[in-house]
């Protein structure tokens, strides 16, 4: 049943991938200026040579044809800010960099945030309840653009623990905070998402059974638990990761790493048009395929549920 | 001896003396809700300052003072909160900003709201057909990288305020369309929704009359946890240098301002920070805390 499922899944974003990519195109397209605006004043010969060169010339509709064609192909086109490179390579170079940045930001707050939720609800009503669960609200609160300048002003700034920025090749130190800033807003989320319907779970009569039955208190949490607790917090896993993607963007321009974020808003405001579709196409792909995982992870941990 | 009017109405006083409504019922939970009132409280004192506050400080948010240049709060040139990098009052300018993120948040969360209830309520009560392809935009439009397109927008079309209230409110509606049409097709079932179709009252009349109404709880609860959002949205766009444009200004903007200059003058990301993370706080707890309240499960 399986392969028919993630079949009619895939099939099924088809719609949703083709309306992404035609509304980013013509919107981009209809905006005013051109990717040869901001270099100094070209003069027409050269610039319509320019256009001609990369198909600007031709009707609207011709061109997402041919664009639709050749993202098909696998081909995403040339960059025109940056001349010497084709879209695929710049992403081919920014994604590892996204990937591993948002990757360690979800697995992160996945993992604290359901041990947080886990001992809050194991001592419902508790003061250490309380102090687990304000500091969740508090972190829900505080959004990424503000908390990532205030991590770098401690750690980096004041005490000069950790660089303020840049890359260094991935190395651990560079990526502490930034992938605790992307991470903390949805960590916060996941901790009172895990206490909810962990302290619903925890209520219910194969619990008092298991107590019953004397098993060690830590298996009833971790084992019997969690797993139905868990279901919100699966389905809650398709949201955060589009809004860590998105997130990354901010997170990329303040700690000056280079991501595939960093492309989209530079990107736009050169009307560089062919980078900015490939990062919204990656990005829309991403999303998709992440969404099918967790419906499948879903079906598999929730008994209840069957693939039509 | 009573006649029957004076009865009916003898009646009616007995009713509403005896009977407690769900809202009856919601604002006793919500009164013992310690911590949901004393962010209503909060919120309350947040808005009056940012409606009034200007008036308090001699300074205007947009005037430079060329002498002082992220100056440091004090109370004697009455910068409470310092001032910025060329040399405009932040209190005010805090404020101000105040403003424009609250009016966002209220703004774009009503357009959500106006479609959303609609969109939701139509598609739960007619059903069928027309419930499966509304729905299906909603799932399509749900699974876009809607924040991308925003930020194209955005960019598209020069920051512009009526442009982030459209933008950001045809895109959170969607949670909303979804949770109202889940209630919809519950309330659908019910007997007095029957006896209204059963009496021949058109469609679009119980659903104003009978659907709407009903769905008034789950709304409020979702109101307050969408403005929240929504504020989160704008700060972001104008974070990145998209949203309200000089010398107007907005939390977002004013924390991306002083986060540029925060190691000689951390009191511009320290005020407008704070704002912004109570007011978000703020508005989740007494979201939670409505939430919590108009529980029918929890009486």
Known sequence: MLPRYILKRLLGAIPTLLILVTIAFFLIRIAPGGPFDDDRNLPPDILANLEAKYNLDQPLGVQYLNYLGSVLRGDLGPSFQYSDFTVNELIAEGFPVSLRLGGSALLMALLFGVIIGTIAAWRQNSRLDYLLMGSAMTGIAIPNFVLAPILILFFAVYFGWLPAGGWGGGALRNMVLPVIALALPYMAYVARLTRGSMVETLRSDFVRTARAKGLPEWKILGKHSLKVALLPVVSYLGPAAAAIITGSVVIEQIFGLPGMGRYFVQGALNRDYTLVMGVVIVIGVLIVVFNLIVDIIYALIDPRIRYE | MSTPASAMSNFDHAAAASGRSLWHLAWLRLKRNRAALTAAVVLAVIFLLVIFGPILSPHSFAHPYWEQISAPPSLETRHFFGTDSIGRDLFVRTLHGGRMSLMVGLVATGVALLIGVAWGAIAGFVGGRVDNIMMRVVDILYALPFMFLVILLMVVFGRNILLIFVAIGSYIWLDMARIVRGQTLSLRQKEFVEAAEALGVRAWVIIWRHIVPNLLGIVAVYVTLTVPKVILVESFLSFLGLGVQEPNTSWGALVNEGAQDMEFAPW????????????????????????????????
């Open chain 2, 268 to 299: 511009g990301l320290f005020f407008p920070a704070a704002f912004l993370a109570a007011t978000l706080f703020c508005l989740n707890f007494l979201g939670d805390g409505l939430r919590d309240a108009l529980d029918p499960k929890d009486r």
